[in-house]
């Protein structure tokens, strides 16, 4: 319905860029992600500088495996918006499928810095640093989580082959 609604909107006034951000939105949200991308790049061509939804476009170009614009998209997303933590965590996932590990490092230590409960983001931080053959970062990412998310770090402890660190999580203890 929201669809019909945002179509019609836009038929009557082609320029309502809020309807046309909308409209993108939702189609993305029901995975309609080609659909999505022509209509986030409309909301850009009228607001370049809209970090919101170069973001979202970053996010429409991964799930559409085109990994590499998806990354662009999340820089810009993080130049225009150095706060807008989602972006970063975006940016931090995607260098990391195209093995560009440091990197990666960097955007998910940005991306938990802003949101220093999302243990999502400390997840992949540590699992960066894991790849990177960091072991003590790994541990500082761990004894981080630990005051927080205990089924995460548990997570991060097996997924990191970091059985040395598992007496932390009571229930790793063999």
């Known amino acids: 319905a929201a669809i019909g609604f945002y179509e019609v909107a836009?038929?009557?006034?082609?320029?309502?860029?809020?309807?046309?951000?909308r409209l993108a939105y939702v189609l993305a949200s029901l995975g309609r992600f080609a659909q999505a991308?022509?209509?986030?790049?409309?909301?850009?061509?009228?607001?370049?500088?809209?970090?919101?939804?170069?973001?979202?476009?970053?996010?429409?170009?991964?799930?559409?495996?085109?990994?590499?614009?998806?990354?662009?998209?999340?820089?810009?997303?993080?130049?225009?918006?150095?706060?807008?933590?989602r972006a970063w965590y975006g940016l931090g996932l995607a260098l990391a499928a195209l093995h560009q590990h440091d990197g990666a490092a960097k955007a998910l230590h940005q991306a938990a810095t802003l949101q220093p409960m999302n243990p999502h983001a400390w997840y992949q931080l540590g699992m960066a640093y894991h790849t990177l053959h960091q072991p003590e970062k790994v541990t500082e990412v761990v004894m981080h989580m630990l005051r927080f998310d205990p089924k995460m770090t548990r997570r991060l402890i097996l997924d990191a082959q970091r059985g040395d660190l598992s007496h932390l999580v009571q229930d790793l203890m063999v």
């Not at 836009?10 to 951000?21: D, K, M, S, T």
């Not at 970053?58 to 225009?80: I, M, P, Y």
């Open 10 to 21: 836009l038929r009557i006034e082609p320029g309502f860029h809020r309807a046309q951000n």
């Open 37 to 85: 991308q022509a209509h986030f790049e409309l909301v850009l061509r009228a607001d370049p500088g809209n970090a919101a939804a170069h973001f979202n476009l970053g996010f429409v170009f991964d799930k559409l495996g085109r990994v590499e614009q998806a990354v662009s998209e999340f820089r810009e997303a993080t130049r225009l918006n150095p706060k807008l933590d």
